[in-house]
């Protein structure tokens, strides 16, 4: 993500936290009493030399059709401008490219986004107080700079606001020179947001009308989506913007934006020559694509001692052995946040599959990866068969002659059509694990322990023997066990659903996968397949 | 010298294209139109001094505000100090209280008085009545223009009751104008509302064919008697006019005017166009509304179709073939159980973990090429239905103009 990065991201960060949020405030209270009083300079970038236009371009690799339609619409100094709808995918340069745009003309704007302005109110004050250059501190109180709960007070308030601020840009002259023209520009990020919102039904149309309802020349609106136009829908339709589309970034592009700030980039390319075609087969998202490659790369130089070599064609084909085995795990995996050794144990087991196929019980990569107690891991065995199995089956598997019932059992499913079973299939796949009161959880949970600690007795070789005496003594159903439910619930292990409307009581269901299931059962020596039902 | 005159040019015919005001005046002249009727109802109430209500009905970029702004602005100019205009709008005031709010606040302002923040509703009201009366005594009209008319309709409708109530009386002398892009927004009302409104409609049609010929001479041709130089706007209104006769160009406009003849998109189409202008040569040329056609043309799912990835493409081609096998409905796992059958039958170099699989379930989601058919929350993604949101067609045109597409998949999405 490091070649993402890029200093005017950070430097729109502190700009806006400057004028609009105050977590600088809150480290530093000395420091928010010298803060200058924010004036119409800060509506713009604040730098002195504005970004070249070659600059602007190099700025954004792959996006220079898009920038130069941007540039166009916006058009010469003070030309009005009707709203803009840029869109496209995430991880585009949507929100970078438009920044950048205004950083290179120069122009006053505001931004806000619907992200982390979670709803109307905070949209509307955000705008307010970036126009009227407040700032929130401690002699105001951190309070906004007007109060506006409705819609009519915003546009009235808007407008006062930027009649303020245009009259100002207008009238003097000192800021000639780092101000460019008399257009406020307003934009909206992340406004697919928006649709979530309540009253959305009557803020988007507000938004997409504002120009027509403020009537003001001098205002221009941005728009930023990642959804296009046609999934924004209301009763009596919307005034449609000016589309601009943002499409996902090609292989090459991609390729420039991997070779920026490289310190040697003929290294880099080698390795893109190899990685970024299989990648973009699976996604072509830049922000998937970076935590993916940059493990690979590192992996990539670790054979080499100099990183500043350039390699031919034979080391090229060196490098590329080395790597070969990395990429296919690194295909099939998602936001690998585990450290090295993890990785490189997960290669070696997928070399040595073969030979590990039989005493799969002793392999260490087959264990989980975090740390549970005991009786946690007995509570998450208990959920997820209370999930999978039919409630009307607890007592065949769960009474004391366990073993002949299973038996039984098997014989009678095996009796069923094919024709049922796949439909029962059919219908585990649709409805997903199923729900299941507290009590039968708990009841499940003390059969499952109590049965274990029987067969623990016996079999004298066991380790967990001394751990699980203190975990499950005489009232194992103590508070404690309570305790880790809820904490298994907060570590989403299993979820609160809807109450039951017959039982009236909270209903739970598990998250679990099988395969954690069933790794999490071995780890406690658990005899999971002889308790799940099997259709 | 030449770049400025441009720059001036440019900023012209964009003002004139933000300024619904300009476009709409062309339509003014014709004695049958819009404007000249809604000008006669307006002033004859006014001279007369009575009441009247009326609606103005037409599809979104019509320019029913447009006209009526025009009407108005002439109105204030021929009798002035006998007409004060309260302009509301249904988006922001469709409360009743916000609505008397504003009411009072614009009377205020226009009256030169002060206003309270805290007057209640009921005395907001009460000042509504007495100023309508005095208006009414000082032979002053008030104009209500209420846009967005179908959002005052909702709820108890106390506001408009009010409003048409108090027109009952002698005394009063007002105009309430609803806007409305809703062509049933008087079936809307109640009865007691219904009852006291005059049915007076006006229906505002996108224009024909030879009127948006006149839009485009008003719009494009730059005016002979400004500060621009002579032989520039004998060039380029000369260039415009030879584009304007050209056949091409009438293909385009017929491109247009087929998905959508409204004033405001064929707006949005000039002005996409006259930023296309290229600021070294400095005329409009045939190019610049072709590619202002394909900036405005855009056909959103076949973009994102276009971006798509080679698994995603998969995910959706498994999900085509479930619907073509009349699976009623069908969530992430029968997607996943249909993409192992095809990797299994066919080893291609496309399969991937069942994770990534997920993940790029969640991209399309994201999307918007596919989505949830139920509305619960509660479940996990791989269990919930879903449904593809564009046609087997389009993913097919998707497919067949992806160069990097694979040729089973062609294949599998045929069969």
Redesign the interface.
Known sequence: MSKEENPQVTRRTTRLSSSSSTPNAIESPTKSINLPPLTLRNLVFEEKEPLTFDGLISSLPGRRNQIL?IL??L??V?????PLFV?G??STGKTSTVLQVFRHLNRPFVYSSCRTCYNARQLFDNILNQLLLHRKSEKNGYSSAKKCE???DF?NYLKEALIGVVDGLKGSKKFEGCVNGNMVYLIFDSLELVRDWDKSG?IL??LF?LH??LKF?DLGLVFIS??????YDSD?????P????F??YTEDGLRQIFLRNESNPKLRSAFLDVVLK?F??????LD?LSTALAPLFTKYCEPLEDLDIIPNEEMKRKLFDCLKPHIGPA????FRVTSQSSVEAGVKNNLKRKNTLKFFGNDSVEDIDFHMSTSAKYLLISAFLASRNPATLDASFFDSTGGSANQKRKRKSSEKSRDLKEASE?EL????PGTFPLERLLAIYQCISSSEEYSLENDEDSKENTGLDGDFGENSLMSNILLQVSSLCSASFI?K??SCPLEGSTRY?S?VSEDMALKVARSLKFPLSKYLYRR | MFQKTLEEALLLLRKRLCDPDFIFSVFSDSPDSNYSKLKFILASSVTEACNNSVLLLGPRGCGKIAVLDLVLQDLLKEYPDMISVIKLNGLLHCDDNCALKEIARQLCIEHELMFSKMASSDDNTEFMIAMLRECGLAHKTVVFVLDEFDLFAQGKQRLLYSLLDAMQSVSSQAVVIGVSCRLDADQLLEKRVRSRFSHRKILFLPPEKDDLQRLLKHILLLPIDSSLPQDFVTGFNSRVSNILADKRFNEITDKIIESDSTVSNFVRFLFSAVSCIDLKSGYMTLENFKSALSTIHRQPKLDCLKDCSILELYIMVCMKRLEVKEQTSYNFNSVMKEYTIIQDSSQTVDNYSRNVCLRAFEHLLDRQLIQFADRGHNQFIEFRPVKLLMSHFQLHQALKSNRSCPPILLKLMEK
């Open positions: 339609e166009r619409l058009g010469p003070n030309c009005p401008l009707s869109y995918g995430a409705k819609q009519a546009v009557t149309p507000l009308k027509d309802i020349p990642s959804s296009s136009f046609d999934t009596t339709g919307l005034v449609d000016i589309p601009v589309y499409p996902d299989p973009c087969r699976v996604t072509r998202r998937e295909l099939n995996g998602i059919q796949f649709m409805k997903g979820t659903g809807g269901r998250t």
